[in-house]
């Protein structure tokens, strides 16, 4: 059974940091698309970043580039998302995700089919 236990979230003043992280079990960690996702009340899902941990390959979305790094620890099946220079529009619930395929669609919410419990950012201007 495949779990996903993100944690790290927490208040933090605009234009500071935050690290989340993600421990995967149950799944072959080292051949997964994994992805951090965020959903902000009455908004959709959004894929926030991605990476494949077979390769390494990364994906941000457009908000984000320049200011959160994606990055794994294969050794501990755990993913990671260093959020900085926060700004109050990040504010949202953040998840993780795992998907073994995301069919050339790598920030897409509807490609990945293993989920976590969510983990709050929430950033006060």
């Known amino acids: 059974q495949v779990q996903l236990v993100e944690s790290g979230g927490g208040s933090v003043q605009a234009g500071g940091s935050l690290r989340l992280s993600c421990t995967a079990s149950?799944?072959?960690?080292?051949?997964?698309?994994m992805g951090w996702f965020r959903q902000a009340p009455g908004k959709e899902r959004e894929g926030v970043a991605s990476i494949y941990t077979g390769g390494g390959f990364t994906y941000y979305g457009d908000s984000v580039k320049g200011r959160f790094t994606i990055s794994q620890d294969n050794s501990k099946n755990t993913l990671y998302l260093q959020m900085s220079s926060l700004k109050p529009e990040d504010t949202a619930m953040y998840y993780c995700?795992?998907?073994?395929?995301?069919?050339?669609?790598?920030?897409?919410?509807?490609?990945?089919?293993?989920w976590g419990q969510g983990t709050q950012v929430t950033v006060s201007s």
């Open positions: 149950g799944v072959t960690y080292s051949s997964y698309w």
């Open positions: 995700a795992a998907s073994k395929f995301v069919n050339g669609r790598p920030l897409a919410a509807a490609e990945f089919y293993f």
